[in-house]
Every structure is written in C-alpha cells, then in structure tokens.
C-alpha cells in the first residue's frame, strides 16, 4: 500500500469523523501540519485540547489557507456555503473532498464553486458509531472500513491517487464509484436502515399501551440495537434524507413492497415463506461478517454493560 503526505490538512467540521481523520492521519504522520474549524465556538475550544490538530483556528479562511488538502466535515445541509466561504482562500493544485454520505447533493452544492485548478473528489468513508462530538473519535475508526470516492467527470487521476492513498494510510479499504449508484447503494445499505430505526423507536415510545419505562426495562437485543443506530446525529441524518430523498424513496417504495408480502405470510400462516426469508437473511448476515465489516462476537462484540 502506498500513501502519501500532504503538506497541510484541513479539516472543516470537527466532529466524529473529523477528529477520528485527525487521529489517524496522524497516526501515520500522513500530513506535516493539521488545522481544524469548526462553526461552534465551544466545539473550537475542546477541539484544541485534544491534540488531533495541531492549529484550531477561528476562521475557515485561515484553516483552508496553503492546505493542500481540504476535506469538508460539517453536516451536509452546510457544505454551499462553507464552499462559498472557502473557494477565493484555495490555493491551485489542492484537493477538496468530503465525507458525507450523500454524493449527488455534495456536487450540485460544491462543484459550482471549486475554483479552476483545485481537484474537487466527492468522498465517503461508511464508518462511523452513534457517538458525536470531537472527543468522540479515535485512530481507528476507519481501519478495515470502505472509503468510497466519487470523482466528478474530468478528474485528474493523480489527484484521485493522491485521494485513495491517504484514505488507505488512514486505514481504510477504497473504491470508486459513480456518483447516482453512490447514492442508491447507500440509500439501501444505511440510509433507510436509519430511518426504520427512527421509526420504530418512535413508535414505541408514542404507543400508548406501553409506558416508555416498560420499553425501556424489557428491550430486548433487537429493538435496543434499533435504539443505537436511532441515536445518531440528527442534523447529520436530517441532511441526508433531505438530499437523497430520490433514492431512498426508490428504495422505500421496495421495502415496502417486501413489507406487506411479508404481513401476507404472517397473516396467513405461510411458515415455508417465513423459513425460506429468514435462512436468505441469516446468509447475508454471515457473508457481511466474512467480509471483515462485523464480528460474530457476543453482543456483536460491543463491551458488556458496566454493574
């Protein structure tokens, strides 16, 4: 594996994923210098203390400032004008690339202001926990894990390189994909798995046969792992249902579709059917685990809770 060094990161949003990018370029000194902005003040003030940045600075125009990489980490709602903010301060063969988990959005809003001779590469890394914050992320968080980059038609291929080798150094396994299939493909494997989750637990707690305390005390493994993914960021996830509202549409259309030909079975007692699904499912259950993207672990390796 190949990896490269920036002169100087930028790093725009420090929150889960923009610290953990901190921690693990330094991790392998894949930069010589850090700086951090992020648009809360008291999130600056924690940033700087953590020592994942070597600068926490109080303007985007002076984090962006000689970076030779800048990667954008706010909520995706905010990236026009960050990019507006940024694009006069970027100097001529810097790459601009992202995390969010939307790509389609991310090029509408970014490309329109990316300066001439500045490499705009659209980037997600799916990893991630429930946790945010800048003192929510460690080196490790993307060891193991996809960063998938989305390149806009007529990028340089070296800027691509340089992309996909940082990415590595920081741990992570990468591919290329077009933008749209981006976009539908997470929109099946994260983005309506979300919205389930912030479904269900919802409808849980507004049952009204069913005190909240009651949900609470008997949550069994099932719905207890629908109430971690449902504790994610809501700005984050708020943004990204509002701008990859087609494909997760597309695919909530099929799930329902799938949903009521299972209440069929249910209802009329076609054990066969339920059987069959529910051996295709353990299966891809299996095949994720194999791909190295879980563990089969107890509890799904999460540590047991403290007496």
């Known amino acids: 594996m190949t990896t490269i060094t920036f002169g100087k990161l930028a790093i725009i949003g420090l929150g889960l994923i923009g610290s953990s990018l901190g921690h693990a370029a330094k991790r392998k000194n ?3 210098v850090i700086a951090g902005f992020d648009a809360d003040a008291d999130v600056r003030a924690r940033a700087a203390k953590l020592g994942f940045t070597d600068t926490v600075t109080e303007t985007l125009e002076a984090a962006v400032k000689d970076a030779d990489l800048v990667i954008l980490c706010t909520p995706v709602g ?5 990019a507006q903010a940024i694009a006069p301060h970027l100097k001529p063969g810097a790459i601009l690339s992202d995390v969010g988990s939307v790509k389609g959005a991310v090029a509408r809003d970014v490309g329109p202001f990316v300066p001439a001779g500045v490499h705009f590469i659209p980037a ?3 990893a991630g926990t429930e946790f945010s914050g800048p003192e929510a992320g460690f080196a490790s968080l993307f060891d193991g894990r996809w960063t998938i980059l989305t390149p806009v038609p007529g990028s ?9 080798a940082f990415w590595e150094g920081c741990g992570a396994q990468v591919d290329v994909m077009e933008i749209a299939h981006h976009d539908l493909v ?3 494997t994260s983005h309506v798995p979300h ?3 912030y479904n269900i637990v919802g409808t849980a707690h507004e049952l009204e046969q069913v005190t909240e305390g009651e949900v609470i005390k008997y949550s069994a493994s099932g719905f207890r792992d629908f109430t971690r993914i449902a504790a994610s960021d809501p700005t984050m996830w708020r943004d990204v249902f509002l701008n ?4 997760v549409l597309e695919v909530l259309g099929r799930f329902n579709e799938d949903l009521s030909r299972l209440q069929r079975w249910v209802r009329d007692g076609n054990g066969e059917a339920l059987f069959d699904l529910f051996t295709r499912t353990r299966a891809i259950r299996r095949s994720i685990i194999s791909a190295g ?4 672990a107890p509890n799904f390796g999460r540590d047991k809770p403290k007496a």
């Not at 340089?156 to 996909?164: C, R, S, T, Y």
């Open 293 to 296: 993207q879980d563990t089969a």
């Open 195 to 197: 919205l389930i989750a």
């Open 156 to 164: 340089d291929e070296g800027a691509v390189a340089a992309l996909k």
């Open 244 to 247: 990859n509202r087609e494909a």
């Open 186 to 188: 997470l929109a099946m």
């Open 30 to 32: 894949l930069v010589k």
């Open 78 to 82: 905010a990236y026009k004008s960050v």
């Open 124 to 126: 997600h890394p799916i």
